[in-house]
T-cell receptor, first 112, second 109 residues
Framework: DGGITQSPKYLFRKEGQNVTLSCEQNLNHDAMYWYRQDPGQGLRLIYYSQIVNDFQKGDIAEGYSVSREKKESFPLTVTSAQKNPTAFYLC???????????FGDGTRLSIL | AQRVTQPEKLLSVFKGAPVELKCNYSYSGSPELFWYVQYSRQRLQLLLRHISRESIKGFTADLNKGETSFHLKKPFAQEEDSAMYYCALKGGNFNKFYFGSGTKLNVKP
């Protein structure tokens, strides 16, 4: 089923490397979000974007960066400054900011 | 600060038994509460929201401002209800979403 596509499903990174996670949506949604999920914890907001060419830091933005050059795309870069990047990353979108969100399948990032 | 607490990591019930998944929140204003569900090998999806006052798949949830709770209930659990359930609150600065840590519901035959 379409909607939101996250790729890749699994990603491995060496220490000190930046890595970019892809998130694409064909729902014509204005808002997009990135969450991080760790075992035993809820989803924590990394970054969000209310409209194209705009984005804001969430609760745990340190060590991450994003861009929103196109409405349908909201890539997340995990930089070498992120001390504990191993996690499950979920992308979401909504028709308007903070309307109920539609989620992707997620990307699991592991450090080699 | 806004916070959502789901005290049970795992809840196991038998088919046909009532089920209640607990959710407590801390928020000083008037929150908007949601329940999201993730079935095995499927995406996280919205189950219901308190402002809709609806019953979805037999589940209901009532916002209790006095007890700051939004428990999810179903009178007769089915095996297909087995899933991970997340409670979420919308509020605070910029009206962001805050998610609980989730409860895994296992409905046994």
């Amino acid at each position: 089923d379409g909607g939101i596509t996250q790729s890749p499903k699994y990603l491995f990174r060496k220490e000190g490397q930046n890595v970019t996670l892809s998130c694409e949506q064909n729902l014509n949604h204005d808002a997009m979000y990135w969450y991080r999920q760790d075992p035993g914890q809820g989803l924590r907001l990394i970054y969000y974007s209310q409209i194209v060419n705009d984005f804001q830091k969430g609760d745990i933005a340190e060590g991450y960066s994003v861009s929103r050059e196109k409405k349908e795309s909201f890539p997340l870069t995990v930089t070498s400054a992120q001390k504990n990047p191993t996690a499950f990353y979920l992308c979401a979108s909504s028709i308007g900011f903070n309307q109920p969100q539609h989620f992707g399948d997620g990307t699991r990032l592991s450090i080699l | 600060a806004q916070r959502v607490t789901q005290p049970e990591k795992l809840l196991s019930v038998f088919k046909g038994a009532p089920v209640e998944l607990k959710c407590n929140y801390s928020y000083s204003g008037s929150p908007e509460l949601f329940w999201y569900v993730q079935y095995s090998r499927q995406r996280l999806q919205l189950l219901l929201r308190h402002i809709s006052r609806e019953s979805i798949k037999g589940f209901t949830a009532d916002l209790n401002k006095g007890e700051t709770s939004f428990h999810l209930k179903k009178p007769f659990a089915q095996e297909e209800d087995s899933a991970m359930y997340y409670c979420a609150l919308k509020g605070g600065n910029f009206n962001k979403f805050y998610f609980g840590s989730g409860t895994k519901l296992n409905v046994k035959p």
